[in-house]
């Protein structure tokens, strides 16, 4: 049986809605079937994404002078570049942006959509009973964990670890908790690849099985494999970073 809707408006409150989505997923994701909410998912999640980007600022700083530095002396485009225009890039890499903060909470929404769209799809081939307002709520809140906490996580290790230990992306990438920490000497691709399945994204993958469950009355097999697919796409991206940073000679 489903969350009636007088018990579930009663108990639809966006910050609790959020927390449950972490703590209780299957209350969380019951009330959203009837109370889609997610503005406050989206406030926390952008809020927890901004602290774990301020962290992370150093770490990341030093990782675009050292990648920037890379790509200048390894990429043939800067080839005919004088030393002094090479210098003003690499130093232009190394001053704080407003677009480090701003470009998360672009990726926050992209991810959500991407996630809420293929959710759907999961949730038709089910002939689930869930709505592309409901998965959008519920891939919002989704996004509390996998992408706000895991970025902050991700800051507050690169502050413990120091930003000189940082010299790329990869390091980045590798210092989330996952697969990428189990095998850090691979080839990039493949590095890209394992660097995009971590303890978030693995979370992640599992609150969506559970979400299309719960709201969509969908079927454990479907579910999962359409959680598996997003987690795998995460690895593609991750691998398809790796591969352009190669290319462009920024590894």
Do not use: C
């Amino acid at each position: 049986m489903g969350v009636s809707a007088p018990v579930a408006f009663d108990k639809a409150n966006g910050i609790s809605t959020a927390v449950n989505t972490i703590a209780a997923p299957n209350e969380a994701f019951d009330t959203l079937a009837v109370a889609p909410t997610w503005g406050w998912a989206l406030l926390i999640a952008i809020v927890l994404m901004l602290v774990g980007t301020y962290i992370e600022a150093p770490a990341a700083r030093h990782t675009a002078v050292a990648t920037t530095q890379r790509m200048v002396q390894n990429n043939p485009y800067f080839a005919t570049q004088s030393a002094e225009q090479k210098q003003k890039l690499i130093d232009r890499a190394g001053k704080p942006s407003l677009f480090s903060y701003v470009m998360p909470i672009v990726v926050l929404f992209i991810a959500v959509l991407l996630n809420t769209l293929f959710m759907q799809i999961g949730n038709a081939v089910g002939k689930g009973r869930a709505t592309f307002k409901t998965i959008w709520a519920g891939s919002m809140n989704i996004a509390v964990p996998t992408i706000g906490l895991s970025l902050l996580v991700t800051g507050i290790i690169t502050m413990l670890r120091g930003a000189d230990s940082f010299g790329s992306q990869g390091d980045l990438a590798r210092a989330v908790p996952g697969l990428a920490m189990l095998v850090p000497h691979t080839a990039p691709v493949a590095g890209g690849f394992l660097a995009g399945i971590t303890l978030f994204t693995l979370w992640g993958a599992f609150l969506n099985s559970t979400m299309l469950q719960r709201m969509g009355k969908v079927s454990p097999a479907i579910a999962w494999t359409f959680a598996a697919i997003v987690l795998l796409l995460g690895g593609a991206v991750g691998a398809a970073a790796a591969l352009m940073g190669a290319k462009f000679g920024m590894a």
